[in-house]
T-cell receptor, first 115, second 114 residues
Framework: AQSVTQPDIHITVSEGASLELRCNYS??????LFWYVQSPGQGLQLLLK??????LVQGIKGFEAEFKRSQSSFNLRKPSVHWSDAAEYFC?????????????FGTGTQLKVEL | DVKVTQSSRYLVKRTGEKVFLECVQD?????MFWYRQDPGLGLRLIYF???????EKGDIPEGYSVSREKKERFSLILESASTNQTSMYLC?????????????FGNGTRLTVT
């Protein structure tokens, strides 16, 4: 079954610094991949998604992610982090069933931003 | 904009109580989901439904049941609450279209079982 792994539980960056959050996937064919963000006290919000085509995907809030088949990775990046980016970030991949799709999530990476 | 509304933000229940968590979406989505979120474990799927009166078990269905009598409403039921069901519960919905559609989440219900 498709799965994703987020190797970093916590990451701390300074405001204005660049950010890269790692996500590795396990799947034979080209996977569908998503990044979600969860701000404190909120539900999850979709940042971006990759289905096929261009391997560099742009999302909301200035985030981007790059699909690298050779590394089985879909890392999330942002060139300059803002304090409001402090949140938990989840990588996800769907498991297609006969009736629809269900998402399998990674364990999440908690981002702390130092001012 | 899609809205997924969970009826309670915080809930405190006693061991053995029957607990209902309600979720309503306003976008006529076919698919609805219940996840629980625990630190270090991410989100784990409890149950999902791809149509009215249809349900499928997720990864951790034990101790839970669900009900979907109307398209917009998906209820999670804890038949006899236990302390290990203390968690954050997230409801989500998505449309069914060719390919894969993203999930839209509610803000969660933090359940404490004492």
């Amino acid at each position: 079954a498709q799965s994703v792994t987020q190797p970093d539980i916590h990451i701390t960056v300074s405001e204005g610094a660049s950010l890269e959050l790692r996500c590795n996937y396990s799947y034979g064919a080209t996977p569908y991949l998503f990044w979600y963000v969860q701000s404190p006290g909120q539900g999850l919000q979709l940042l971006l998604k990759y289905f096929s085509g261009d391997t560099l995907v742009q999302g909301i809030k200035g985030f981007e992610a790059e699909f690298k088949r050779s590394q089985s990775s879909f890392n999330l990046r942002k060139p300059s982090v803002h304090w409001s980016d402090a949140a938990e970030y989840f990588c996800a991949t769907p498991q297609l069933t006969g009736g629809g799709n269900k998402l399998t999530f990674g364990t999440g990476t908690q981002l702390k931003v130092e001012l | 904009d899609v809205k997924v509304t969970q009826s309670s933000r915080y809930l405190v229940k006693r061991t053995g109580e029957k607990v209902f968590l309600e979720c309503v979406q306003d976008m006529d989505h076919e698919n609805m989901f219940w996840y629980r979120q625990d630190p270090g474990l991410g989100l784990r799927l409890i149950y999902f439904s791809y149509d009215v009166k249809m349900k499928e078990k997720g990864d951790i269905p034990e101790g839970y049941s669900v009900s979907r009598e109307k398209k917009e409403r998906f209820s999670l039921i804890l038949e006899s609450a236990s302390t290990n069901q203390t968690s954050m519960y997230l409801c989500a919905s998505s449309s069914r279209e060719v390919g894969v559609s993203p999930l839209h989440f509610g803000n969660g219900t933090r359940l404490t079982v004492t």
